[in-house]
T-cell receptor, first 116, second 111 residues
Framework: NAGVTQTPKFQVLKTGQSMTLQCAQDMNHEYMSWYRQDPGMGLRLIHYSVGAGITDQGEVPNGYNVSRSTTEDFPLRLLSAAPSQTSVYFC???????????????FGPGTRLTVL | GQQLNQSPQSMFIQEGEDVSMNCTSSSIFNTWLWYKQDPGEGPVLLIALYKAGELTSNGRLTAQFGITRKDSFLNISASIPSDVGIYFCAGQLRGTYKYIFGTGTRLKVLA
């Protein structure tokens, strides 16, 4: 099993450019999520999904789009990159537990994005 | 938005000492998770807590889910140099699938 994979590992964009950060998992997890981590801060939830075709907003969704066409993949799209989106982006996945909980979240290695 | 207050922000300790850190919030959580993050890596789960009052151990680590469901603590006993890193708490907000992370505790162990 590869676990949670993310591509690319590093990316530099110019303001206004668009791009997609890829995330894939091979553990058949229903729940997938995207976080951003800024220096000296914890992770903040951008978007999440509880299954194919179902997505919802997290804490900081503005400027980002997601879709979930398959269980395995959960891409994050930046439509028009801004310097404020310079950050490290982590994808995570887990099984859905009982009573509205999730199981252990497994994190990918991260994508380091710089917007000039 | 919801916030998780994690303290201390950083700590320097001698090898062999015990360490304690905690997270508090005004929100109620279904689940508490404690993670460790090494430089350039994603967070790795240390302990998961699912019930109020639950006390769980993982080797030298012990964590508890507060009775009020609004707080949690993590203890590390007999610290060793490889314990160095950033520790994060994360809580799953009650009634949602949303996780809120603390701002982290940076631990440095002096040999």
């Amino acid at each position: 099993n590869a676990g949670v994979t993310q591509t690319p590992k590093f990316q530099v964009l110019k303001t206004g450019q668009s791009m997609t950060l890829q995330c894939a998992q091979d553990m058949n997890h229903e729940y997938m999520s995207w976080y951003r981590q800024d220096p000296g801060m914890g992770l903040r939830l951008i978007h999440y999904s509880v299954g194919a075709g179902i997505t919802d907003q997290g804490e900081v969704p503005n400027g980002y789009n997601v879709s979930r066409s398959t269980t395995e993949d959960f891409p994050l799209r930046l439509l028009s990159a801004a310097p404020s989106q310079t950050s490290v982006y982590f994808c995570a996945s887990s099984l859905l537990g009982r009573q509205g909980s999730t199981d252990t979240q497994y994190f990918g290695p991260g994508t380091r994005l710089t917007v000039l | 938005g919801q916030q998780l207050n994690q303290s201390p922000q950083s700590m320097f300790i001698q090898e062999g000492e015990d360490v304690s850190m905690n997270c508090t919030s005004s929100s109620i959580f279904n689940t508490w998770l404690w993670y460790k993050q090494d430089p350039g890596e994603g967070p790795v789960l240390l302990i998961a807590l699912y019930k109020a009052g639950e006390l769980t151990s993982n080797g030298r680590l012990t964590a508890q889910f507060g009775i009020t469901r609004k707080d949690s603590f993590l203890n590390i006993s007999a610290s060793i140099p490889s314990d160095v890193g950033i520790y994060f708490c994360a809580g799953q907000l009650r009634g949602t699938y949303k996780y809120i992370f603390g701002t982290g505790t940076r631990l440095k162990v002096l040999a």
